[in-house]
């Protein structure tokens, strides 16, 4: 089993639609969680942070279930700009710092 | 947000051949840094972990002697891809955590190495 696993995708959406991305991780001593997102060619950048009471920045929220291991991130009012790929990022610190990334969920949002 | 550098963007070289790349943090400062790489279509991939001052450490299945890491520097860490081969062509990206942000982790722009 993958340490973080996330649903490829692709997801194609119409614009102005919804669309949630859910990630799982295997290690429940896992202390800080990420969503990033990252162009095609380009490095990844951060979208926002989880924490266990939810975030929400805009159009975008994120939650932390801790007792399933998972976080999910929300899309509302989808736009062209947000196609990417979404990358579930999870953070451990058990026998050292290590940061392991989900490979990532691919968005296309269609005009 | 913090910022990384990385340079060169690019570079073509001949099977064989060593190349170097730079990874920079320009305005803070990082004990840690580390080493990606990411074929098409994939995740990225952790080579290894760079700590300022001491040696780095390698994930497993990752030749040390091959990618040779030094982290001189608060600010600086170097990857250096020796005897390159065709299998070596990818995007090599180094990251940078600020402790002061929440483990945050913060990219460089990537290295896209070709060997010919």
């Known amino acids: 089993r993958k340490e973080v696993e996330q649903d490829p995708g692709p997801f194609n959406v119409p614009e102005g639609a919804t669309v949630a991305f859910n990630c799982t991780y295997s290690n429940s001593a896992s202390q800080s969680f990420f969503w990033y997102r990252q162009d095609c060619r380009k490095e990844p950048k951060l979208l926002m942070s989880v924490y266990s009471s939810g975030n929400e920045d805009g159009r975008f929220t994120a939650q932390l279930n801790r007792a399933s291991q998972y976080i999910s991130l929300l899309i509302r009012d989808s736009k062209l700009s947000d196609s990417a790929t979404y990358l579930c990022?999870?953070?451990?610190?058990?026998?050292?710092?290590?940061?392991?990334f989900g490979a990532g969920t691919r968005l296309f949002v269609k005009a | 947000g913090a910022v990384v550098s990385q340079h060169p963007s690019w570079v073509i070289c001949k099977s064989g051949t060593s190349v170097k790349i730079e990874c920079r943090s320009l305005?803070?400062?990082?004990?840690?840094m580390f080493w990606y790489r990411q074929f098409p279509k994939q995740s990225l991939m952790l080579m290894a972990t760079?700590?300022?001052?001491?040696?780095?450490?390698?994930e497993q299945g990752v030749e040390k002697d091959k990618f040779l890491i030094n982290h001189a520097s608060l600010t600086l860490s170097t990857l250096t891809v020796t005897s390159a081969h065709p299998e070596d062509s990818s995007f090599y990206i180094c990251s940078a955590r600020d402790y002061n942000a929440y483990n945050e982790q913060f990219f460089g722009p990537g290295t896209r190495l070709t060997v010919l």
């Open positions: 760079s700590n300022e001052g001491s040696k780095a450490t390698y």
């Open positions: 990022v999870v953070i451990s610190n058990t026998g050292g710092f290590k940061t392991i």
């Open positions: 305005d803070f400062q990082a004990t840690t």
